[in-house]
């Protein structure tokens, strides 16, 4: 059983950032502040036991992982950014690999999209586009991460180094995007890759036709009631503000029936984007430690038929605080989130009392 929560390296300056948004610009620099818009509105989110990470301190980075392994999170999945054989937030991955510490198991996942100004509010403005020039810059894209493939840290699934593709159906042709690095994973020596195309809000659902092994199910914590319904079209047409507001589930949703193939559950602690979008994010509201345990209980369940090395829950994410979904202790309920994975964990007979 692999529980694995994905990775924001968004928590140290880039010059990139400092050219796009002022000097020492990180994701916190959005968090701190944000502003309740509504009320009952829980804004802003604050770090407890961790504090305002920098990740570019290895203790740091120690401290996250002691935190993760002692609550039943078997990983963490980077977020990994590759723009034609420009990187960016690379530093916390590559120190990650190049140090061997934590001595704690990670993945990446590839975050194949454009980048536009979603920190700040701007999602119209573009900073760097994702563009995909062909067999050479998979190559060196490849190359890249093959260092962190063959880290024995590295998680494997079926005995295969596992790789998230974020935007699957951006990819030009995604059926010889996994072909070409399937075969470059056998020629390093790999046995090939475990490669999970990223499935939901964006209607893709070739993952099966196009190779992929698995899926991972990102559907938005939110419920559409008749209610809601009628209140997004009037914040559409101006008559009344935002951000839009869906009360968070009480349960995790099964995947539709018409995705094929092994599906994993994705599960969001929470969703709250109003740090970066202001009144045009949007807010779960509602949720409580005891329903995202709920979650976890149903995503269990959900990947418990599956073969023992193809169990994978993934959890969005452990610090994703601009977005409200995050694992990691805050002011208003400490580690109450992480005890209820732990208690789930107990429960299902994955981990120990």
């Known amino acids: 059983m692999e529980v694995l929560a994905l990775y924001l390296p968004q928590y140290h300056p880039i010059p990139e950032n400092d050219r796009w948004w002022g000097t020492g610009f990180t994701e916190w620099a959005n968090v701190t502040k944000s502003r309740p818009l509504f009320?009952?509105?829980?804004?802003?989110?604050?770090?407890?036991?961790?504090?305002?990470?920098?990740?570019?301190?290895?203790?740091t980075r120690e401290a996250q992982a002691d935190l993760a392994r002692r609550f039943g999170v078997t990983g963490f999945c980077y977020w990994h950014y590759w723009f034609a054989g420009h990187r960016l937030l690379e530093r916390p991955f590559d120190?990650?690999?190049?140090?061997?510490?934590?001595?704690?198991?990670?993945?990446?996942?590839?975050?194949?999209?454009?980048?536009?100004?979603?920190?700040?509010?701007?999602?119209?403005?573009?900073?760097?586009?994702?563009?995909?020039?062909?067999?050479?810059?998979?190559?060196?894209?490849?190359?890249?991460?093959?260092?962190?493939?063959?880290?024995?840290?590295?998680?494997?699934?079926?005995?295969r180094p596992l790789f998230f593709v974020y935007q699957p159906a951006s990819l030009p042709d995604p059926a010889r995007f996994v072909e070409s690095w399937q075969k470059m994973a056998v020629d390093a020596g790999l046995g090939g890759l475990y490669l999970v195309a990223a499935l939901g809000e964006s209607g893709y659902r070739s993952q099966q036709a196009d190779g992929f092994d698995a899926g991972v199910l990102f559907r938005y914590p939110f419920t559409r009631t008749t209610t809601v319904k009628v209140r997004d079209r009037l914040v559409a047409r101006g008559l009344i503000?935002?951000?839009?507001?869906?009360?968070?589930?009480?349960?995790?949703?099964?995947?539709?029936?018409?995705?094929?193939?092994?599906?994993?559950?994705?599960?969001?602690?929470?969703?709250?984007?109003?740090?970066?979008?202001?009144?045009?994010?949007?807010?779960?509201?509602?949720?409580?430690?005891?329903?995202?345990?709920?979650?976890?209980?149903?995503?269990?369940?959900?990947?418990s038929s599956f073969p023992a090395d193809e169990q994978v829950v993934v959890i969005k994410s452990w610090n994703e605080w601009a977005e409200g979904n995050y694992l990691e202790p805050d002011q208003e309920v400490g580690t109450a989130r992480l005890e209820l994975l732990r208690s789930e964990l107990v429960r299902a007979g994955h981990i120990a009392p």
């Open 241 to 303: 503000r935002g951000p839009k507001r869906y009360p968070y589930p009480e349960t995790l949703a099964d995947a539709p029936d018409w995705f094929t193939g092994k599906i994993f559950p994705g599960i969001y602690p929470n969703w709250d984007n109003t740090p970066r979008s202001g009144r045009g994010g949007v807010v779960a509201t509602g949720s409580t430690p005891e329903l995202f345990g709920a979650h976890v209980r149903r995503g269990l369940e959900w990947v």
């Open 39 to 59: 009320r009952g509105h829980d804004q802003p989110h604050l770090p407890a036991d961790l504090g305002f990470t920098d990740l570019r301190v290895p203790e």
């Open 95 to 159: 120190e990650v690999v190049d140090s061997g510490r934590p001595d704690f198991p990670f993945c990446a996942a590839w975050a194949n999209q454009t980048w536009s100004g979603i920190w700040h509010g701007a999602p119209d403005r573009i900073l760097i586009e994702q563009t995909y020039p062909g067999p050479e810059d998979d190559r060196a894209h490849f190359e890249s991460l093959l260092p962190a493939f063959r880290d024995p840290r590295y998680i494997r699934v079926g005995g």
